[in-house]
């Protein structure tokens, strides 16, 4: 009865000793493989949006895009933006700005809507703006 009480209390201290040293060693381990999946994953998911842009800069390459300036007496200056005559963008708001306030004025809204079309071209579909871009458009932000 003695050998199996001692074999017990040296098995619970083998067991004392894999959880002390080797379970937070296999933590940290795993830790580090998390991060490396998780940036392999943001890595190829940059990978594959960015592929996916370039085949959209190429068939917008080919396609007729065009822009129509719309004004509204309530809320300003707009555009739509049609794609092989097909309207893709009806913009009659400042973009990135909230409300439904137009642009001040009709060059406001051209400017802002070549700018869109460029990045069309460039395969950012749908095409976001920022305030930033907007104020480097000179456009007049409410």
Known sequence: MQNFDAMRIKTSIRIIVIMTFLIPKMVLAQ???TKEISTENTDSLKLAFEEQR?????KMDR????SMIAFSQDEGYGYYIFVDG????????IPAVAGKKGFSTKEEAERTA?????KIRAGYVPPTISTEEL???AIKLP
């Open 31 to 33: 830790q580090t493989i």
């Open 54 to 58: 370039m085949e959209m800069a190429k």
């Open 63 to 66: 396609a007729v895009i065009t």
């Open 86 to 93: 097909q309207m893709v963008i009806d913009q009659r708001s």
């Open 114 to 118: 070549a700018f869109a079309i460029s």
């Open 135 to 137: 104020r480097q458009l």
